[in-house]
């Protein structure tokens, strides 16, 4: 099993949410983050001040799959995140060990 942690712009959770529901996936949790990357942020002016934003928000898709659809789900959640701009965000891929289904004690795949 893996876990796909995706870093990407807001406007673009339905996009990618559906793309993953299109390929099977029947389950994912998502969290209001914020954080910067390269673009370092950006500075805005308010009430005639100037300050630096440097966090930006973000949404961040978490989702564990057997391993053999972490290919199609990466590949669908950059194709579908993907503006072109700077600041698109990341995919990241990490094993899990187990997963346990608390109400039935099912583990391993058959837990996700």
């Known amino acids: 099993m893996k876990k ?3 870093i990407i712009k807001p406007f673009k959770l339905e996009e990618v949410k559906e793309a993953l529901s299109a390929l099977g996936v029947q389950g994912l949790t ?3 983050v914020k954080g910067f990357g390269r673009q370092k942020g ?3 002016i308010y009430r005639g001040s100037e300050y630096t ?3 930006l928000p973000k949404i961040k898709i978490e989702v564990v799959l057997a391993d053999a659809m972490v290919h199609q ?3 669908a959640i950059v194709r ?3 503006t072109g701009k700077i600041g698109d965000g990341k995919v990241f891929v990490s094993n899990i060990e187990n997963a346990i289904r608390i109400r039935t004690e099912e583990s391993g795949e058959a837990a996700i």
């Open 42 to 44: 950006h500075t805005e």
């Open 4 to 6: 796909i942690d995706a």
């Open 73 to 75: 789900a990466t590949e």
């Open 53 to 55: 934003v440097d966090f």
């Open 80 to 82: 579908a995140a993907r």
């Open 30 to 32: 998502v969290s209001e």
